[in-house]
Every structure is written in structure tokens, then in C-alpha cells.
């Protein structure tokens, strides 16, 4: 199916990629690229309003997500791989989109909220961190993008984008920015191996598409279960269990999974038989996305970056015309 919608993407470098992007959206583009014109951000400067402290991190892991990238399956060819920063022009867009959002609404976002807390920042909270939503709606407005796949956890940020682009539009009167619509994965949220919130690079609560197949083994093995399923003949609980969670995400046959569940409510299947099961499923998964990845070289991400970048700075810097043309802004 051809369509000219566009769709934008992206990622925080703040650590490797983890199976949470693979399920929460990663799957998705690697589809969405042979259908939709894709750009894929590596929020570079998204990524120091959490980490300013710390540009060190950010900078080594713009070519480690882009690695990540390409170890997946995302293919320059199809898709434009970009890094935020090397796109003044999201900046200056931000600024205008500041005016268009009230500081009452940034700090009810749920997502930011709960990140707020995450982050224990406690009465510092860098004004940079609440408004990323609107350097959010940046990027996906100047694209003209209209399907954003994120994970379910960025649902309210795509919305404070869209009622920007309505109040936008209203204002300036203008159908200059277009509404973008959300895409989440099959398995909206995969959570962390400690079974207490999702997986996230910051939580290190992760299984990093990169890791070696002995760490994966490792991480199955240590995943929070059922405390009370001792014995393998206890009945056992499958919510909340971190094994069934992720078994649900990357088991295939379904039909199967049913019975095992059933099983292990029941009492009769112990937790190391299934983390056994588990860990082919991921070994599996992952062998050829690690084998790829180990021969992507710097220069490799380097290069996709460099020609991604150029790009997509042709598309927002027309963008960034038509914007200020629409609020009347004059030329000099
Ligand atoms: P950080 O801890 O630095 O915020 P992160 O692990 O949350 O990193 P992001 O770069 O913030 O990763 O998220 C990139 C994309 O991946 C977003 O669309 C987000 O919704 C999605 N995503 C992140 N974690 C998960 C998860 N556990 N399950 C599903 N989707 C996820
Ligand atoms: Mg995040």
C-alpha cells in the first residue's frame, strides 16, 4: 500500500537500544519503511535535557543507537536516519511552539510526569525537561509527519504535538502543520526484567538488543517471577510475572503459551523450565541482530548519519519557511 503520509520517529541516545523499543516500535518501522516515506531522529538534544551533566554519554551513543538501527533491519536506503542536532531549524521551530502551550499543561502531561518522578530531579527540574514535548512537536512537524510509532508511554506527548498544530493552524491561520497520529506496537509497554516499571536505558532494567548472548542468559535467569511459587508443584501467578510478560511479547505460537500458562497456574511447571523456553525464544531473536551489528562499523553509522542528516535538514528548513511566512514573520 503506497500512501504519501510521512512518518517520524526516534530515540533518545542515552544507552542501547533494549527489547522494549524493539516491541514498543522498532518492529513496527522496520516494517513501515518499505510502505511510508520513515525519518528516524536520534534526539541527541532531547536526550541532554535529562543528561546535560553528562554530554559524554549522549555523544558515544548517537552511533550506538544508529548501529542499533541498522542491526535491526532499518535500511538507509528506505529510511533517513538523522541526528536532532544537526537540524537547527527544529530549534527555532521549538521556540515558536513555546508561545502555543501553557506551562499548566506541560507540567499535567502524564508522561512527563511520571519521568519527573523517575528522575528524582526534586525542585530542580530543568525548564528544558518539562517542555519536551514542544521541541517534540518540533520534530515531527517539521517533517509533516502523520504517524509517529512510539511506544504506549508517549501517547500524551503526541497529543500536547497536536494540539499545538491545531492552536497553530487557528492562530495564524494557516494549514501549514499537519496532526500526526500514534502508532503503538502489538505490546504496548514490555517491562523491565525487575518486573517494576518499563524496561528503560535509565532504569537498567533492560535486555539491550546488544547484549552477549551469556548477559541475555543471565538477565532470563535473574527475572522477577512469583515469589510465592517455590516449590514447582505450587500454583503459580502469571500476572505480573516478568517471564510470562516478556514469553507474551516473543513467543510465537500462542496456543502453546495458553497451556503453559494454564499449567503454571495449576502448579507443575517450575520457573527454570520456562526461563529455558524463554531464553531460546531470545537467544533466537537476537543471535543475527547481535552477528549484524558486530560487523556495522563507526564509519558505517557515521556515513548513514552524515547523508541522513542533509537530508532531512532540506525538509525542515522548508518547513521553517513556510512557518514563519505564517506567522508574518519578515525577511531580511
Ligand atoms: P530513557 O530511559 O533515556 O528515557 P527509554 O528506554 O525510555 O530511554 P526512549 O529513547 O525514551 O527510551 O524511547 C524511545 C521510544 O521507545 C519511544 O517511542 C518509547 O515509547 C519506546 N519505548 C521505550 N521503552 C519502551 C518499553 N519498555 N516498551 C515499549 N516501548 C518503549
Ligand atoms: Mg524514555
Redesign the pocket.
Known amino acids: 500500500m503506497m500512501t504519501n503520509k510521512i512518518v517520524l520517529?526516534?530515540?533518545?541516545p542515552?544507552?542501547h537500544l533494549?527489547l522494549?523499543?524493539y516491541?514498543?516500535?522498532l518492529r513496527n518501522r522496520v516494517k513501515l519503511q518499505n510502505e511510508y516515506p520513515c525519518f528516524v531522529m536520534i534526539?541527541d538534544v532531547q536526550?541532554l535535557s535529562?543528561n546535560f551533566d553528562n554530554p559524554e554519554k549522549v555523544r558515544t551513543n548517537v552511533l550506538e543507537v544508529c548501529k542499533d538501527y541498522l542491526a535491526v533491519g532499518l535500511d538507509p536506503e528506505k529510511c533517513t536516519i538523522f541526528v536532532q542536532s544537526s537540524i537547527p531549524e527544529l530549534f527555532e521551530l521549538t521556540v515558536y511552539y513555546l508561545n502555543l502551550v501553557t506551562v499548566s499543561r506541560l507540567e499535567r502531561n502524564p508522561t512527563v510526569k511520571a519521568?519527573l518522578q523517575q528522575k528524582s530531579f526534586a525542585d530542580s527540574v530543568p525548564a528544558g525537561f518539562l517542555t519536551y514535548p514542544v521541541s517534540q512537536a518540533a520534530d515531527i512537524t517539521a517533517f509533516k509527519a502523520q504517524l509517529v510509532?512510539?511506544?504506549?508511554?508517549?501517547l500524551p506527548v503526541i497529543e500536547v504535538s497536536n494540539e499545538i498544530v491545531r492552536r497553530f493552524n487557528r492562530i495564524y491561520n494557516t494549514d501549514v502543520l499537519v496532526e500526526a497520529e500514534a502508532m503503538v506496537?502489538k505490546?504496548?509497554?514490555?517491562?523491565?526484567i525487575d518486573g517494576k516499571a518499563?524496561?528503560?536505558?535509565?532504569?537498567n532494567n533492560?535486555i539491550f538488543m546488544s547484549d552477549p548472548s551469556d548477559v541475555l542468559k543471565q538477565k532470563i535467569y535473574g527475572m522477577y517471577t512469583d515469589p510465592n511459587h517455590i516449590k514447582v508443584s505450587d500454583p503459580g501467578k502469571v500476572e505480573g510475572n516478568v517471564v510470562f510478560a516478556y514469553l507474551d511479547a516473543f513467543y510465537e505460537n500462542k496456543e502453546e503459551l495458553d497451556d503453559l500458562k494454564a499449567q503454571y497456574q495449576r502448579g507443575g511447571l517450575g520457573d527454570m523450565a520456562l526461563k529455558s523456553l524463554l531464553n531460546d525464544t531470545l537467544q533466537n531473536l537476537l543471535k543475527p541482530i547481535r552477528d549484524k551489528r558486530n560487523s556495522i562499523t563507526a564509519d558505517d553509522a557515521l556515513e548513514v548519519l552524515t547523508e541522513g542528516s542533509k537530508q532531512a535538514r532540506k525538509i525542515a528548513t522548508q518547513t521553517v519557511e513556510e512557518v514563519r511566512e505564517a506567522i508574518g514573520i519578515l525577511k531580511f
Open positions: 520517529t526516534g530515540d533518545r542515552t544507552g533494549h522494549g523499543h516491541v514498543g516500535s534526539a536526550a535529562d519521568e510509532p512510539v511506544g504506549e508511554d508517549q506496537g505490546v504496548g509497554r514490555l517491562v523491565g518499563k524496561a528503560s536505558k535509565s532504569l533492560a
